[in-house]
C-alpha cells in the first residue's frame, strides 16, 4: 500500500491549496532528478511527492481519498482535466541550471480526460453496460506522432541553442524563462506534418463500451487507462475517468444501500394493523403494518434496497408512514367516526390517551 499521501507531503489533513502547494514546491524542488542525477532515492522520492500533490491538488481525487482512503478507480459533458501544466507554476522562475533550463523535445504523456455519464436509479441497483462518445485527441497517423512530414527532422532551435529557455540578468540573478519560439521543447519543426500541422495528434470522436457494476454511488469515478488523449512524440496516452452520475428518482431516495419512500396509509390501517402492496425498485412488495404503528414510523422491506458495492447482499427499502386525512367524508363514514370518538370519550377522551393517564 502507498503511503499516506499528507504525510508524504508533510502536511495536515485539513491543509489548504496554498499550504499543499507550498509543501509540493519544497520537495520538488530538493528531490528533482536534474538536481540529483543518478540517484534512484531521489527519483522515487519524486515520483512519490508527485503523486501525492496529484491528488491532494484536485478537489474531487482529494475527496474521494478523505472518504475511501484510496485513489478513485479508473458522463453527458466532457472535460479536460490533463496535468500538463502540473509544473509549470512550481517551477516558475528556477533560476539557471533548474529543471526548465535543460527542456528537450521529448515524448509526453497524453492528458487525462473527464466525462460525465449519467444512469438511473435502477440502472445503478443492476448495474449496466452502455456506450460512450468522446472526442479526444489521438497520435497522428500520418507522422506518428512526430509533427514532423516525411523526411523532415526535428531542428535544434536557434533562439535557445536547445535549452528550452531564454534567460536575462535581473540585479545579481539571471532568471530562465520559457523561449518563445519553441514553447520550452529545446527543438523547431522546419517541415511540419501536412495532416496535423506539425501538432503530433488530430482530434477525433472514439466510441468506447463502459461497464458500470451494481451499486455505484452517484458522482463515483472509474478510471478506463489509456482512453485518455494520445501522447506526443509517441508519448502514451492518458486515462480517461468516467464519473457516473445518478439521476432522482421520482419516488425513492438513496441512502448509503438503503431506499426511502413515503407511504400514506389510513387511520384504520395504522391502529388495526394491515398487510398493503408497495412498491420497489423491481416491482412491488407485500408489506405488514403492525397494529398500532405510529405516523412517522420506518417499515421495511429487508434486502429490497441497492446492492452493495463492495460487499454481499442488498440494502432495505425503507417507508416512513404517513397519516392520510380524508378531505370529506360520506354520511356513513362520519357516523363511524363519531362513534368511535364518543367510545373515546367514555374511556376518558383523547387527551387522557395522548398524555398516559
Given at each position: 500500500?502507498?503511503?499516506?499521501?499528507?504525510?508524504?507531503?508533510?502536511?495536515?489533513?485539513d491543509?489548504?491549496?496554498a499550504?499543499?502547494?507550498?509543501?509540493?514546491?519544497?520537495?520538488?524542488?530538493?528531490?528533482?532528478?536534474?538536481?540529483?542525477?543518478?540517484?534512484?532515492?531521489?527519483?522515487?522520492r519524486?515520483?512519490?511527492?508527485?503523486?501525492?500533490?496529484?491528488?491532494?491538488?484536485?478537489?474531487?481525487?482529494?475527496?474521494?481519498?478523505?472518504?475511501?482512503?484510496?485513489?478513485?478507480?479508473?458522463?453527458?459533458?466532457?472535460?479536460?482535466?490533463?496535468?500538463?501544466?502540473?509544473?509549470?507554476?512550481?517551477?516558475?522562475?528556477?533560476?539557471?541550471?533548474?529543471?526548465?533550463?535543460?527542456?528537450?523535445?521529448?515524448?509526453?504523456?497524453?492528458?487525462?480526460?473527464?466525462?460525465?455519464?449519467?444512469?438511473?436509479?435502477?440502472?445503478?441497483?443492476?448495474?449496466?453496460?452502455?456506450?460512450?462518445?468522446?472526442?479526444?485527441?489521438?497520435?497522428?497517423?500520418?507522422?506518428?506522432?512526430?509533427?514532423?512530414?516525411?523526411?523532415?527532422?526535428?531542428?535544434?532551435?536557434?533562439?535557445?541553442?536547445g535549452?528550452?529557455?531564454?534567460?536575462?540578468?535581473?540585479?545579481?540573478?539571471?532568471?530562465?524563462?520559457?523561449c518563445?519560439?519553441?514553447?520550452?521543447?529545446?527543438?523547431?519543426?522546419?517541415?511540419?506534418?501536412?495532416?496535423?500541422?506539425?501538432?503530433?495528434?488530430?482530434?477525433?470522436?472514439?466510441?468506447?463500451?463502459?461497464?458500470?457494476?451494481?451499486?455505484i454511488?452517484?458522482?463515483?469515478?472509474?478510471?478506463?487507462?489509456?482512453?485518455?488523449?494520445?501522447?506526443?512524440?509517441?508519448?502514451?496516452?492518458?486515462?480517461?475517468?468516467?464519473?457516473?452520475?445518478?439521476q432522482?428518482?421520482?419516488?425513492?431516495?438513496?441512502?448509503?444501500?438503503?431506499?426511502?419512500?413515503?407511504?400514506?396509509?389510513?387511520?384504520?390501517?395504522?391502529?388495526?394493523?394491515?398487510?398493503?402492496?408497495?412498491p420497489?425498485?423491481?416491482?412491488?412488495?407485500?408489506?405488514?403494518?403492525?397494529?398500532?404503528?405510529?405516523?412517522?414510523?420506518?417499515?421495511?422491506?429487508?434486502?429490497?434496497?441497492?446492492?452493495?458495492?463492495?460487499?454481499?447482499?442488498?440494502?432495505?427499502?425503507?417507508?416512513?408512514?404517513?397519516?392520510?386525512?380524508?378531505?370529506?367524508?360520506?354520511?356513513?363514514?362520519?357516523?363511524?367516526?363519531?362513534?368511535?370518538?364518543?367510545?373515546?370519550?367514555?374511556?376518558?377522551g383523547?387527551?387522557?390517551?395522548?398524555?398516559?393517564?
Amino acid at each position: 500500500m502507498p503511503r499516506d499521501y499528507y504525510e508524504v507531503l508533510g502536511v495536515s489533513r485539513d491543509a489548504s491549496e496554498a499550504e499543499l502547494k507550498k509543501a509540493f514546491r519544497q520537495l520538488a524542488m530538493k528531490y528533482h532528478p536534474d538536481r540529483n542525477p543518478g540517484s534512484a532515492e531521489a527519483e522515487s522520492r519524486f515520483k512519490e511527492i508527485s503523486e501525492a500533490y496529484g491528488i491532494l491538488s484536485d478537489s474531487e481525487k482529494r475527496a474521494h481519498y478523505d472518504r475511501f482512503g484510496t485513489v478513485a478507480p479508473g458522463a453527458g459533458g466532457f472535460t479536460d482535466v490533463g496535468f500538463g501544466t502540473l509544473f509549470e507554476d512550481i517551477f516558475e522562475g528556477f533560476f539557471a541550471g533548474g529543471a526548465r533550463g535543460r527542456a528537450r523535445a521529448r515524448a509526453v504523456r497524453g492528458e487525462d480526460l473527464q466525462y460525465e455519464l449519467k444512469i438511473t436509479l435502477a440502472e445503478a441497483a443492476s448495474g449496466v453496460e452502455t456506450k460512450i462518445q468522446i472526442p479526444r485527441l489521438e497520435t497522428c497517423e500520418a507522422c506518428g506522432g512526430s509533427g514532423v512530414e516525411s523526411g523532415g527532422r526535428r531542428e535544434t532551435c536557434p533562439t535557445c541553442q536547445g535549452r528550452g529557455e531564454v534567460r536575462f540578468t535581473q540585479g545579481f540573478l539571471t532568471v530562465g524563462r520559457t523561449c518563445p519560439r519553441c514553447g520550452g521543447e529545446g527543438e523547431i519543426v522546419t517541415n511540419p506534418c501536412k495532416t496535423c500541422r506539425g501538432e503530433g495528434r488530430g482530434r477525433r470522436e472514439r466510441v468506447l463500451q463502459v461497464k458500470i457494476p451494481p451499486g455505484i454511488e452517484d458522482g463515483m469515478p472509474m478510471r478506463l487507462t489509456g482512453e485518455g488523449a494520445g501522447g506526443l512524440r509517441g508519448g502514451p496516452p492518458g486515462d480517461l475517468y468516467v464519473v457516473v452520475r445518478v439521476q432522482e428518482h421520482e419516488r425513492f431516495a438513496r441512502r448509503d444501500a438503503d431506499l426511502y419512500a413515503e407511504l400514506p396509509l389510513t387511520f384504520p390501517q395504522l391502529a388495526l394493523g394491515a398487510e398493503v402492496e408497495v412498491p420497489t425498485l423491481d416491482g412491488t412488495g407485500k408489506l405488514k403494518v403492525p397494529p398500532g404503528t405510529q405516523p412517522g414510523q420506518v417499515l421495511r422491506l429487508r434486502g429490497k434496497g441497492m446492492p452493495h458495492l463492495r460487499g454481499r447482499g442488498h440494502g432495505d427499502a425503507c417507508y416512513q408512514v404517513v397519516l392520510e386525512v380524508p378531505s370529506k367524508l360520506t354520511a356513513k363514514q362520519r357516523e363511524a367516526l363519531e362513534a368511535f370518538d364518543r367510545a373515546m370519550q367514555d374511556e376518558g377522551g383523547w387527551v387522557k390517551k395522548i398524555l398516559g393517564g
